[in-house]
């Protein structure tokens, strides 16, 4: 299987985390199953801001990105957290090459919002460059990052900064992932009662929003998941722990994590 799996910058904060999480991608592609990465870093780039003396701000949960944050930004993803998991699955044995939107016109994005500043969403993707990596036994391994569009100003060296779980279903479409995982620190998706939710279809998730159950930083990742539902239908969906070394492979079994199909009955799941 195909597995497209998303990590987050607080599941890469240090060495071991990576180690543990390499060895994870190495289970996954001893069993046979071929494995892209999609990261974030927002505790990398909220690092460097401070030390640099730039103000984090936030619009409805997504960071504003001005000139200077969008300097991190670009150098941050694009630069250090790619390069330090490449390390880490090197040191696995997995070989992995680090990637943005830009390297093989991966993929396009335009302006979300001006409010925003640069923050981006994925417009177009080309998956050629993921699919010969893959044909060589490597492991793509792709920040959250893409080159402006032509109609925003700028000097042509800032990327747009997209939300890393965006981005998981529109890459999951274009590259026939049969998994799409968005792997965190928690199980899964848990209900009024405190227990993990095997499953949530869009009319479940909208129920549990309004009672105000899913919230904070769960929102926005169920809305990705339900977008990456769409996007590959037929796609196992999930929201996953990602810790263990063998948390990509654990997180197909039906037991492990919240399921995202497209209906009560399971369709995409």
Known sequence: MRILAKVGGAQLGDAAARAAFASAVATARAAGHEVVLVHGGGD?????????????????GLRVTDDATAEVV??????????????AL?????????LTGADGGLYTARRKDPRLGFV??????????????????????????????????????????????????????A???GAALFLTDVPGVKGADGAVVPSLDP?????????GVIAGGML???TAALAAAAAAPNAVVKIAPSAGANALTRALEPS????????PSGASA
């Open 220 to 222: 926005p990742k169920v």
């Open 175 to 177: 590259c026939g992932a």
């Open 74 to 87: 670009t150098a941050v993803l694009g630069g250090e957290v790619g390069r330090e998991l490449v390390r």
């Open 44 to 60: 990398q780039v909220r690092a460097w801001s401070k030390r640099l003396g730039i103000e984090d701000r936030y619009e409805r």
């Open 120 to 173: 981006g969403e994925v417009e177009r993707c080309d998956p050629t460059v993921v699919e010969a990596l893959l044909a060589a036994g490597c492991v793509p391994v792709i920040a959250s990052i893409a080159p402006l569009d032509a109609g925003c100003e700028g000097d042509g060296s800032r990327f747009y900064n997209l939300n890393a779980d965006s981005v998981v279903g529109p890459l999951a479409a």
């Open 203 to 211: 009319a479940a998730c909208a129920a549990l929003e309004d009672s």
């Open 256 to 263: 492990v994590g919240t399921a995202f199909p497209l209906s």
């Open 90 to 98: 090197s040191a696995a044995g997995v070989p992995a090459v680090s």
